[in-house]
């Protein structure tokens, strides 16, 4: 029961957050990379090893392999709590060492930080619903006929 709620939260979380991360990443890398990174860029292959294989992998489970999956009201309430730590844990950062994570974050103002903080939550919730319901379209409940035998 626990390791099953456990493996449905992370997957939850990480399955649309992997999609987020993916879509942030390379429009952002397209249109000026400067906006993620400092420091030249990594080897491609490496790239895609931290920025697209994660999302195919866990979206390919999910959409073909997770047959449980059940759309729920709880499942925004988890994302919602993971974007809100996520946030704290920025601002924590950067009081720490003075410096953002990501250099996008140093171009906006609080009030354009916390905007783009809910944005990525609503693309989240979004990327969470067009999930959902790709899922049900790969793993429709075949009926059960009754009274009938072979």
């Known amino acids: 029961m626990v390791i099953s ?12 957050l992997e999609g987020l991360i993916s879509i942030l990443y390379w429009s952002m890398v397209i249109y000026d990379e400067t906006l993620l990174l400092d420091k030249p860029r990594l080897p491609i292959l490496i790239d895609f090893g931290f920025h697209l ?13 997770a047959k449980e999956f059940r759309k729920s009201h709880s499942h925004i309430f988890y994302l919602l709590t993971f974007a809100f730590c996520y946030a704290v ?14 250099p996008i ?25 067009i999930g959902a319901f790709i899922h049900t379209i ?13």
């Open 5 to 16: 709620f456990l493996k449905n939260w992370f997957m939850v979380v990480s399955v649309p």
């Open 53 to 65: 294989i994660p999302a195919v992998c866990l979206w390919t489970d999910f959409l073909f392999f």
């Open 89 to 102: 844990w920025i601002q924590f950062y950067f009081a720490k060492y003075g410096t953002w994570p990501y």
């Open 105 to 129: 974050l140093s171009k906006l103002e609080t009030q354009q930080r916390i905007g783009f903080y809910f944005t990525c939550f609503a693309l989240c919730t979004g990327i969470y619903h």
């Open 138 to 150: 790969f793993n429709k409940q075949t009926p059960i006929m009754k009274g009938k035998t072979l």
